[in-house]
């Protein structure tokens, strides 16, 4: 495979803050290892991927599938790509490579399917991390909290001394992010499990308290979310107009590219009520049947696969290498944090990014959040994702 040359497409949704960053190393690693090949970047920005996976699906609907693409593993993989008969299965680049030794076991049944492997993972992100402005904390006395009245406590406390909104927020991707990690909070690993299989209720007094939980978090978010990227918000407290902010550990990327410090420019912690729970996603890249450049893609597969490859891209993309063997020296304090929690904690999915809902059912989710954005009705909330699991997941 070392000779091979032409062409390589790869579509991502990387474009921003240490994202881009970490592909442009990634892309390093490639262009040593296959100098003859011609790396043509097709990422698309904004929306967490979504304005980038509405191109790849009017591309694909017109038979112009690009050589590899982004997919988050789990059921965006599996009830999407694989569901269409989209992609071509990878089993033999995990034999060459003795991949199944090195990959979690945990993830490999989120990429599979009778037999067959879809995809290669090159990271693991956390989703259920609550970021913070040290300075914030201690001029006004307040712990990170660990549960979620500590958390409102805290917040009631911020607005009495004149912040008006203690957690920074932005547009409506980033709210169904909140909304996730609340779930979680509010209902604990096992029930939020059972919602995605089909064995939870979504109309339980469970499912109320944690809408009614995430309708009061709401109360305490800025007005002018819906303009703001993720960064934006993740500034927002950086700056110190907000003092918490939701977001995967992509954020801490974000902070090292603005030069800031760990423990002194930002701390984290698990959301509250979600301590010794991992609620986790995974960017992988797929190999699409009838790929204009195979082995170029393979070429490319091969590098994201490798310890070279996810050691060059993870540190600076903010995320823990999806193999067992990185280098653990070469990942700052927070990511080493990570990688212990990876390996301790109850491992549970995103719903946001692809892992516990396919796209018709997350769609579904995500029009009845905007509805309840506006609204601020959680009764009708709740029926509406009643009717979501119904229509298109597994409550039929």
Request: proline residues 5%; charged residues 15%; contains cysteine.
């Amino acid at each position: 495979m070392a000779d091979v040359s032409g062409p390589v497409e790869v579509f991502s949704w990387w474009t921003g803050g240490g994202e881009a960053a970490g592909l442009e190393a990634m892309i390093k690693v490639f262009a040593e290892q296959y100098p003859n090949v011609e790396f043509l970047n097709a990422a698309v920005a904004g929306g967490a991927g979504t304005n980038a996976r509405a191109v790849l699906a009017t591309r694909l609907q017109a038979g112009d599938a690009p050589d590899s693409w982004q997919g988050h593993a789990g059921q965006e993989l599996i009830g999407t790509y694989v569901a269409a008969g989209q992609l071509e299965p990878l089993n033999f680049l995990y034999e060459e490579n003795g991949w199944l030794a090195v990959m979690p076991a945990t993830l490999i049944p989120l990429i599979s399917q009778d037999g067959n492997i879809y995809s290669v993972p090159v990271n693991i992100h956390r989703a259920n991390v609550l970021w913070a402005n040290p300075t914030i904390l201690a001029d006004n006395s307040i712990a990170m909290p660990t549960t979620l009245d500590e958390w409102f406590t805290a917040m009631d406390a911020l607005q009495a001394a004149g912040m008006d909104a203690p957690l920074a927020m932005g547009e409506q991707w980033t709210a169904l992010h909140l909304f996730e990690t609340i779930l979680l909070a509010s209902m604990g690993p096992d029930a939020y499990n059972d919602l995605w299989d089909g064995s939870g209720d979504w109309a339980s007094p469970e499912v109320m308290q944690a809408l009614n939980d995430f309708a009061k978090i709401l109360t305490y978010t800025n007005s002018d979310a819906s303009a703001l990227s993720w960064q934006d918000a993740g500034q927002i407290v950086i700056d110190g107009d907000a003092a918490f902010n939701v977001m995967g550990d992509w954020q801490e990327g974000f902070f090292r590219e603005l030069g800031k410090a760990p423990n002194t420019d930002y701390i984290w912690a698990p959301v509250p009520g979600t301590a010794g729970n991992f609620q986790f996603l995974s960017d992988s890249f797929v190999l699409p049947l009838g790929a204009p450049h195979r082995d170029a893609a393979i070429a490319w597969l091969t590098v994201a696969g490798s310890l070279e490859g996810q050691d060059a891209f993870n540190p600076v993309k903010g995320s823990i290498p999806a193999r067992s063997d990185g280098d653990r020296a070469l990942y700052g304090e927070y990511l080493q944090s990570a990688m212990d929690d990876w390996a301790n904690d109850v491992v549970v999915g995103s719903l946001t990014h692809g892992v516990v809902a396919n796209d018709s059912w997350k769609s579904e989710i995500d029009t009845a959040l905007g509805l309840f954005l506006g609204s601020g009705d959680v009764t009708t909330f709740q029926t509406a994702l009643v009717n979501a699991c119904s229509a298109s997941g597994p409550c039929q």
